[in-house]
């Protein structure tokens, strides 16, 4: 099955810890994406990269990192700078057009 | 900057009635997407228009674009219970460098 997996589907995180959730695709796109969905706030872009070993900043990109080694993956970590972690997070990749989204990460801090 | 602003209205609406949501967006794009998610979901993509675009259809969806106003609408005629989602639209930057903005989202709630 082609797709984009995020795992895991629900994680809890203790105050002053870094956790980094996962993002996977076999669509062989190029381009990833990482979102923050808080209620009513829609989708705010956290990082995004082109291509293999390249990424940008995007809108709210303070507290988080992420790293492009394979083009398959794109891991992001939610550091304890990240003062106010708890959200939905959504992973999707794209070769220029439409995006593919994963089901998503719900991060709980406790 | 955030683009693809959409009304971030609930819409309540009847079965078989049609749904109109509209987004704005500020800067040059490249396209405008239309996406759809269901509560605690990802988001699945529904039509994509290119700026050089006006309308598209795509069974019961409609889309429309004015650059001249940085604006779009999406409408869904005939709606059914299962339409009942949050819609968003997302833009892709003109300048090629696959950013995708994304809109608040607006919530459509159609009733059976």
């Known amino acids: 099955d082609g797709g984009i997996t995020q795992s895991p589907k629900y994680l809890f995180r203790k105050e002053g810890q870094n956790v980094t959730l996962s993002c996977e695709q076999n669509?062989?796109?190029?381009?990833m994406y990482w979102y923050r969905q808080d209620p009513g706030q829609g989708l705010r872009l956290i990082y995004y990269s082109q291509i293999v070993n390249d990424f940008q900043k995007g809108d709210i990109a303070e507290g988080y990192s992420v790293s492009r080694e394979k083009k398959e993956s794109f891991p992001l970590t939610v550091t304890s700078a990240q003062k106010n972690p708890t959200a939905f997070y959504l992973c999707?990749?794209?070769?220029?057009?439409?995006?593919?989204f994963g089901q998503g990460t719900r991060l709980t801090v406790v | 900057s955030q683009q693809g602003e959409e009304d971030p209205q609930a819409l309540s609406i009847q079965e078989g009635e049609n749904a109109t949501m509209n987004c704005s967006y500020k800067t040059s794009i490249n396209n405008l997407q239309w996406y759809r998610q269901n509560s605690g979901r990802g988001l699945v993509h529904l039509i994509l228009?290119?700026?050089?675009?006006r309308e598209k259809h795509s069974g019961r969806l409609r889309v429309t674009l004015d650059t001249s106003k940085k604006s779009s609408s999406l409408l869904i005629t005939a709606s059914r219970a299962a339409d009942t989602a949050s819609y968003f639209c997302a833009t892709a930057e003109y300048y090629g460098n696959n950013r995708l903005a994304f809109g608040k989202g607006n919530q459509v709630v159609v009733i059976p």
């Open positions: 669509l062989n796109h190029d381009a």
């Open positions: 999707a990749s794209s070769s220029g057009g439409a995006a593919f």
């Open positions: 228009i290119r700026s050089n675009e």
